[in-house]
């Protein structure tokens, strides 16, 4: 209850006392009204909505393939032999550093920043569900095997529910990392999304603007995370 308003208080004290320059570093009045001049102008929902998008789609496309993939190397020694390295080679190459071939192979296109995300978020999740399965007891896979069962429930009924508490920490990661990633697509050529109109507001010294951006960003990030949080602790997941 006490850490955001002593936080806003320091920070109107810092910009109004001179220590640094309130026009770089505007003081929270400033960066409420400028969000409210952003809000009252029409633009805002518009960014939301579109940045929300680019998330959404890059999200649920690096998660699906993500755990897919992870449990396929996790359980096929061949499959990770053959990805395992290849993804250990790609892994550490930011997003970021794929905007000027993201524009060359798909021009300003929405489907360059849904690339993008999704290379943030699939590294995550298919590590998280690779090592899931890996960890899975294999007496649990013995057990299974000799009673009988079937290749697919062997996948339904011991691998994936023995992967889960793994995943869910992979996505939740996913989470945060859509966000940072969004950047990357924003920057990507675009005329609308939250961090565009940071870039926008940079450009014309609109400072207030560019930390009101900033602020939305984070809430908008820690909104999804708790969400996400919550929505994992509500699922029965033995039930699977």
Known sequence: MLSIPLFLLL???????????????????EVISAFGRWYDSGQFWGDVQVSLTRVGIGFFFGSV?????????????????????????????PPIAFVPLVILW???????????????????VWMSAHHGVRKVDPL????????????SKMLTNILLPGAIPYIIVGL?????????????????????????RIDVSQQNMQIGQ?????????????IADRLFYYLS???DWSAS
């Open 210 to 222: 560019a930390m009101a951006g900033l602020l939305v960003l984070g809430v908008i990030s820690l």
């Open 172 to 196: 939740r990661t996913a989470v945060s990392i859509s966000f940072y990633t969004l950047v990357a697509a924003e920057i990507a050529g675009t005329f609308s999304g939250i961090f565009y």
């Open 140 to 151: 649990y896979i013995r057990v299974a095997q000799c009673l009988g069962t079937p290749r």
């Open 233 to 235: 602790r509500r699922v």
């Open 11 to 29: 920070w109107q004290w810092v910009s109004a006392s001179g220590v640094v320059s309130s026009r770089l570093f505007p003081p929270p009045t």
């Open 65 to 93: 393939i993500g755990i897919l993939v992870g449990i396929l190397t996790g359980r096929v020694r061949l499959a990770a032999n053959l990805l395992s390295p290849i993804f250990g080679l790609l892994r550490p190459i």
């Open 106 to 124: 798909f021009g300003l296109s929405e489907t360059g920043k849904y690339f993008l995300v999704f290379w943030g978020v699939f590294f995550v």
